[in-house]
């Protein structure tokens, strides 16, 4: 059966959406996290290099050949590295990973009622 969306997102953002687990027995919700803030983390740390020490990379333009447009060579480096779509999708993966895994070590922590609505929210 299909399940029903809520009438309100707030039913859905719970701690409880973030920490159950389908096979409990295989993984434990500190692997959770784990696994979760070691994700987050590598997008991060590719994002950073991506940005601060890569040499980058060149694009070189094509166009019709009768075209008035001249095919140049562009230097996408440091901040540009940030334009392609894919980096924006990189960046999104990290963020998902990196509320997910907050929100579960919160919760393994005992500390769930400190979790902002909006973090919660976000993380959807």
């Known amino acids: 059966s299909i399940l029903t969306l809520p009438k309100d997102l707030d039913d859905l953002a719970t701690v409880e959406t973030f920490t159950r687990r389908i096979f409990p027995d295989l993984i434990s919700l500190p692997a959770l996290v784990i696994v979760r803030l070691g994700v987050a983390i590598s997008c991060w740390m590719v994002t950073i290099y991506m940005i601060f020490l890569s040499t980058g990379w060149d694009i070189n333009t094509t166009y019709r050949p009768n075209s008035k447009l001249q095919n140049t060579t562009l230097k996408i480096s440091g901040f540009r590295t940030l334009c392609p779509f894919t980096s924006w999708c990189w960046i999104m993966l ?22 902002e609505q909006w973090v919660l929210r976000a993380a959807l």
Do not use: N, P, V, W
């Open 94 to 115: 990290g963020s998902a990973f990196s509320l997910t895994g907050y929100i579960a070590l919160m919760a393994h922590l005992g500390r769930e009622q400190e979790i």
